[in-house]
């Protein structure tokens, strides 16, 4: 079976031109570029209210955030990082999620940084993705400094960025197509 692949990609920022949001918008145009569905969810655009256990009912960005996610192949998941970690805005979202959604699925971190790369935050994304069930890739990204610059057609101005995106994109498509249900409706691996 030869479909393509559903992948979601959930921008984690509250800020309008994120430069994390950049990168998933440019890596979204990528993963099209290579067959893919792509499904962006900015959550600057379309935010989910503050989690909690004890509400009785969901607004539609969330319900409508869940199911997306539950219906992916693969999600990769991009935060600013703020003081050594992601930003609440994506926590936030995650919360309302759980294995539901990601058991068994390979998910991406990305992050962006003021100052040098952000692998705190990228530390985090992926032990939330541990217990959230889902497979971390084997690859991570993180623009900082200098790196973060984008051209006017919304791609990374430095070559050597556009390469690593091209390499984690494709090691992240290898997963999901590793990890996808065969055609019995079985995970494999």
């Known amino acids: 079976?030869?479909?393509?692949?559903?992948?979601?990609?959930?921008?984690?920022?509250?800020?309008?031109?994120?430069?994390?949001?950049?990168?998933?918008?440019?890596?979204?145009?990528?993963?099209?570029?290579?067959?893919a569905n792509v499904k962006l969810i900015d959550l600057y655009e379309t935010p989910v209210p503050l989690y909690s256990p004890d509400a009785e009912e969901t607004d539609a960005n969330t319900e409508a955030m869940v199911r997306?996610?539950?219906?992916a192949d693969a999600i990769v998941l991009a935060t600013p990082e703020y003081h050594g970690s992601i930003s609440g805005v994506l926590k936030n979202a995650l919360d309302y999620m759980g294995s539901a959604e990601f058991s068994g699925k390979p998910v991406l971190s990305v992050s962006s940084s003021g100052g040098a790369v952000g692998v705190s935050s990228l530390t985090h994304l992926q032990a939330i993705v541990r217990n959230l069930h889902g497979v971390n890739s084997p690859e991570w990204l993180s623009l900082g400094g200098d790196a973060r610059h984008f051209a006017a057609d919304g791609s990374p101005a430095d070559a050597?960025?556009?390469?690593?995106?091209?390499?984690?994109l494709d090691s992240l498509l290898r997963l999901a197509e590793l990890l996808r249900p065969n055609a019995a409706g079985v995970k494999i691996g």
């Open 1 to 35: 079976m030869n479909t393509k692949l559903n992948i979601v990609l959930i921008a984690g920022s509250n800020r309008r031109n994120a430069t994390s949001t950049k990168l998933l918008r440019y890596m979204g145009e990528a993963l099209r570029k290579r067959g």
């Open 68 to 71: 997306t996610v539950g219906e």
């Open 160 to 168: 050597a960025v556009r390469q690593r995106v091209e390499r984690t």
